[in-house]
């Protein structure tokens, strides 16, 4: 179905071979430099639901893309066509839009002698030989647990696995190529509960890049249901401001907000409220914000950037100040500043923590909102205020005292950061930043 | 239709040494015993964009994907594959693994094909060839250049344009035949502006199933960048939105997000067959204030929700949702329509070849009611006026949703006065619908922005409304 039989390390020197031809073909074309990344994708995704199967995919990907300029003029183009005419038509069609781009002085390839040269082994492909019998069965044992957990578990909206493997070579005409296998496997299910007049929904899963790290299946179902039933009877609360406690698996996205304040594409197009916070103290003076690119089988390490350079450890903020901006090669040009090899983004950041669990924030919180979910996009990063959707508990006397939804809460990104009172132990594992539960001084809730 | 047949199969087949009069034997293979249903989607698809900041043609792409996408169903069961080669062997392999599902036997009854006659809604050209690279650059530096003559205060301007062209043809073994062209085009403006060390973002764009002419007639490039300008300034003036309950004028247009969440949703085929939404089994009930009429069309020409036909083979239709604030009718696509009983909506829809089919929205909209829009802001005493709206999300489940402002302005005694920053307004969607209390005569659709994500696909829609009150929802600012 593809040029290349199976996906693995061992299709690696094909695709290194398929980056040169590329390369070479945008040479001959009349491109002064070039960047080119191929890859190549199979999966499996099964769905059962209501201990049937629902679903079974099998999902297969191709295809390359190229960036290439002709002086400082840029042009891309990708496809998943394969064969030689693919990459001649596709490289003509990126030569076609350099051509009629406009000359961009920060334009261009990262400089040849920044160019990643060793690449430490991370351990990220661990295939799964999993036959879509063996998926179905896992899954269902999956639901089967969630539905034995409450008898008020009455439906079910999908209990998926998915395995997926990868390959990508990346190279440039700088001289840099470089490529890798992964691995990506997850287990997710979605239970409804039925009872006090409502339905609720809700959901637990586990993702790894080794397919038997994953948590049991009995215990992730187990989980997606005691949520969805703790759920009912939820209700708003009258208008207020209070402490706020984010679930560490929302947490991650208070700091996904900040790494997008901070990444240089927004800095220099003045669309992020942390332009020119550079040395500012944006968060309390105990916390740390660490990237560390090179853990093994972490889900976000990468050994180089997409430009190529060599990722490195850092640090984003110390003593709660900001010590640099993500950037790439391009936008670091157009701020004065070296690249923080971040093209593409950050691999693995690290929130500094304390010693207190989940259970000890709310105790700590007294009275406010424990929220284990957020709807919506509310959020504009030119100024920082953030308005979502919320639902999750209300707490009072250090306890958990009802089911809360339809209520909003809203702040100011700058306020939120500097007023995080606690960060817990309680680590989310399945994203690239790990985080604990945050708690948040104040905020307005919105309701009834 | 039928006229597409030919052109478009020579185009996806014809390369893989493939034909039409094959199709029948490999949908065979596909669909053997206890298989009940089996397709074959394919589809190439030609898209470019083109990015101007800071004054310069920065980016430019183009993107080339073609495959086949091969599905077999069973009872509730679907198994599915897809190959980006277009050939005999790609088929049989896909075919194979996709009807795993079903126990293997000998092969299958397959319907003689018929292709249904569709009325045609856009163009068949290229939309990306109508006009030279060179005008298309052109296009965008003088869009930049005239904005930024609007005000000195303006710090950025990104105007980005960008045009899909897709070609599909879907088999299916109940004898469906049927090809498409469908063009879709975009421009976009945002702008960032500055006042007193105070920053604001102001964004407008538009488009359809048409081709790049579309903006370069009746200056509607240039007046999304007039919108986009108009909407970062009043932003600069903006106060804290309240917070708490309180009633809601939404105006006309882009505001039926609101259906879109609310109601829309809810009311797709799949979440009431399993009886997840709040509107399961629920048809023939009031769920709805009885001013409201909400339909989905498929139908409309150049719309960029509207399709002629599905990514199933069926045509497209106006479907009411909701009459008079009684629920008719939920959304289909093949598969749910089967299991439930009644017949496919001509809203099977899916983002590519690569992705399974899906009951999802066209252009989703509410009829015009018969207030003047002034009069409604009138009946207000304190409350909120959204002129227009950011993205939404739904918990079709609890029937919970949100919607973010990104212009909206303070009701007092019946008079829109202050600006307020954008805010996210939440309500649960029978609640909210039963609250509509006043309608205007001012139907609009939105200007062709919308895209619509569910289990990880986007695809197109439109929405549309006229302005309407709602008597109290909640509002997620931080002022008193």
């Known amino acids: 179905m593809s040029e290349v039989a199976v996906v693995g390390p061992q299709a690696l020197p094909e695709l290194e071979a398929k980056v040169e031809r590329i390369l070479a073909e945008a040479k001959r074309q009349g491109a002064s430099a070039c960047e080119v990344s191929v890859s190549v994708e199979q999966g499996l995704s099964t769905t059962v639901r209501q201990r049937e199967v629902e679903t079974v995919e099998f999902n297969r990907d191709q295809g390359f893309g190229i960036t290439l300029y002709v002086g400082k003029r840029k042009g891309s183009a990708s496809t998943s066509a394969s064969g030689e005419d693919a990459i001649h038509e596709t490289v003509a069609a990126a030569l076609a839009i350099a051509k009629h781009a406009s000359e961009d002085e920060c334009a261009g390839l990262a400089d040849a002698d920044l160019m990643a040269r060793d690449l430490p082994e991370l351990d990220l492909f661990h295939p799964w030989p999993i036959t879509p019998e063996q998926a179905v069965e896992l899954a269902l044992n999956c639901e089967a647990a969630a539905f034995a957990t409450d008898s008020r578990i009455r439906n079910a909206d999908g209990t998926s696995l998915n395995t997926h493997q990868g390959c990508r070579v990346y190279g440039n005409s700088n001289g840099f190529i470089g490529g890798y296998a992964s691995t990506r496997h997850s287990l997710s299910c979605v239970m409804i509960a039925e009872g006090e007049g409502q339905m609720q929904r809700d959901y637990w899963y586990d993702v790894s890049r080794q397919g038997e790290a994953l948590a049991d299946p009995a215990s992730i179902g187990r989980h997606a249901a005691e949520r969805a039933v703790r759920r009912l009877g939820a209700r708003p609360v009258p208008t207020c401001e209070v402490p706020v406690l984010f679930a560490a698996e929302l947490a991650t996205g208070l700091f996904g907000h900040f790494l997008a304040a901070i990444s240089g594409g927004n800095i220099y197009r003045k669309s992020s409220f942390l332009e020119g916070a550079l040395g500012q103290r944006l968060f309390p003076e105990w916390m740390k914000l660490d990237e560390r690119p090179h853990i093994p089988r972490a889900l976000g390490s990468a050994t180089f950037d997409g430009d190529g350079l060599a990722t490195y450890a850092k640090s984003f903020i110390e003593q709660g100040e900001l010590l640099s901006y993500v950037l790439s090669t391009y936008s670091g040009r157009k701020l004065n500043m070296p690249s923080t090899a971040n093209a593409g983004g950050v691999h693995n950041l690290f929130v500094s923590h304390g010693d207190e669990d989940q259970a000890a924030l709310i105790r700590r919180m007294g009275r406010g909102l424990f929220v284990t979910e957020l709807m919506g996009q509310g959020l504009n990063l030119v100024t920082g205020d953030y308005s979502r959707g919320a639902a999750g508990y209300w707490v009072e006397n250090g306890e958990i005292q009802f089911p809360v939804q339809e209520v909003t809460i809203a702040g100011n990104l700058r306020d939120m950061f500097l007023g995080i009172a606690a960060v817990g132990k309680d680590l989310e594992r399945r994203s690239s930043i790990s985080t604990g539960s945050v708690l948040i001084e104040r905020m307005t809730v919105a309701g009834s | ?480």
């Open chain 2, 1 to 480: 239709m039928s006229d597409l047949l030919l052109p478009v199969s020579e185009h996806l087949l014809a390369p893989g040494g493939l034909s039409i009069d094959q199709l029948p034997s490999l949908l065979g293979e596909l669909a053997g015993p206890g298989i009940d249903a089996a397709d074959l989607y394919f589809q190439s698809q030609v898209s470019e964009s083109w990015v101007l900041e800071d004054g310069i043609v920065k980016e430019g792409s183009f993107h080339l994907d073609q495959g086949v996408g091969v599905r077999a169903q069973s009872g509730e069961k679907t198994g599915f594959a897809y190959s980006n080669a277009i050939t005999a062997q790609a088929l049989s392999d896909a075919a194979r693994a996709a009807r795993s599902i079903a126990r293997t036997g000998q092969e299958g009854r397959v319907q003689v094909f018929s292709t249904p006659t569709v009325t045609r809604l856009y163009g068949q050209d290229n939309p990306l060839d109508v006009i030279s690279r060179a005008e298309k650059v052109e296009l965008l530096q003088r869009v930049d250049a005239a904005t930024r003559a609007l005000d000195p205060r303006i710090k950025q301007v990104t105007v980005s344009l960008a045009g899909v062209w897709d070609r599909i043809l879907v088999a299916a073994n109940d004898g469906s035949l049927a090809a498409d062209i469908r063009p879709l085009v975009r421009f976009n403006v945002s702008v960032i502006v500055e006042q007193n060390g105070r920053r604001e973002r102001g964004g407008q764009g538009g488009g359809g199933r048409s081709d790049y002419r579309y903006f370069l007639s009746e200056d509607r490039a240039m007046g999304y960048a007039r919108e986009a300008l108009r909407q970062a300034l009043v932003n600069l003036e903006s106060v804290p939105a309240p917070a708490g309950t309180l009633p809601v004028v939404l105006g006309s247009g882009w505001s039926g997000v609101l259906l879109h969440e609310a109601v829309g949703h809810g009311l797709e085929g799949d979440f009431n067959r399993k009886g997840s939404s709040a509107y399961s089994g629920r048809i023939g009930e009031k769920v709805a204030s009885s001013l409201c009429t909400i339909v989905d069309d498929g139908t409309l020409v150049g719309r960029r929700g509207s399709l002629s036909l599905d990514d199933e083979g069926t045509p497209t239709q106006c479907t009411t949702l909701i009459e008079n604030g009684v629920l008719r009718g939920y959304m289909q696509d093949k598969l749910n329509a089967r299991l439930m009983g009644v017949p496919a909506t001509g809203n099977g829809r899916r983002e590519s070849y690569a992705h399974l089919p899906m009951p999802r929205m066209t252009n989703t909209y509410m009829l015009a009611g018969e207030s003047d829009p002034e009069e409604i802001i009138a009946s207000v005493k304190k409350g909120i006026y959204c002129a227009s709206l950011g993205g939404g999300q739904v918990d079709i489940t609890s029937g919970k949703f949100v919607f973010s402002t990104s212009e909206a302005y303070l009701i007092e005694n019946g008079k829109i006065t202050t600006p307020v920053k954008g805010a996210t307004l939440i309500g649960n969607g029978p609640d909210v619908m039963n609250k509509v209390s006043m309608l205007g005569n001012d139907l609009a659709l939105d200007s062709g922005v919308g895209t619509c994500g569910k289990e990880g696909q986007s695809v197109p829609v439109g929405v549309g409304q006229p302005t309407l009150k709602i008597d109290a929802i909640t509002v997620g600012g931080t002022g008193g």
